[in-house]
């Protein structure tokens, strides 16, 4: 079974930076897409962000310039490096694998078929 593991959230202040990164297992290959989530309390998971597995990158509108995907498959890691963050920002934040699309990154979590443990990200004003 994949495997997927979050880490590198924590608390900081509006204005500041973190980066997250997602460690896959060694039988996580073959996928189309890796991408990350994010869900507030109250709220439903969204997209942030996700990176196909040719390289191209789609965000929310939202947040591009704020945020950036990357991957270095040599590890086997997605980041996700989050600048100028805001209050709002604050959720658990997930990543997610698609090995059902082979042309496009999907928006919706329903189509991404393995999952993380999720990593709080919180942002005091």
């Known amino acids: 079974q994949v495997q997927l593991v979050e880490s590198g959230g924590g608390s900081v202040q509006a204005g500041g930076s973190l980066r997250l990164s997602c460690a896959a297992s060694?039988?996580?290959?073959?996928?189309?897409?890796r991408g990350w989530f994010r869900q507030a309390p109250g709220k439903n998971r969204e997209r942030v962000a996700a990176?196909?597995?040719?390289?191209?990158?789609t965000y929310d509108d939202s947040l591009k310039g704020r945020f950036t995907i990357s991957q270095d498959n040599a590890k086997n890691t997605l980041y996700l490096q989050m600048n100028s963050l805001k209050p709002e920002d604050t959720a658990i934040y997930y990543c997610?694998?698609?090995?059902?699309?082979?042309?496009?990154?999907?928006?919706?979590?329903?189509?991404?078929?393995?999952w993380g443990q999720g990593t709080q990200v919180t942002v005091s004003s």
């Open positions: 997610a694998a698609s090995w059902g699309y082979r042309t496009y990154c999907p928006v919706s979590p329903a189509a991404y078929n393995s």
């Open positions: 060694a039988n996580a290959y073959g996928y189309y897409c």
């Open positions: 990176i196909h597995s040719g390289g191209s990158t």
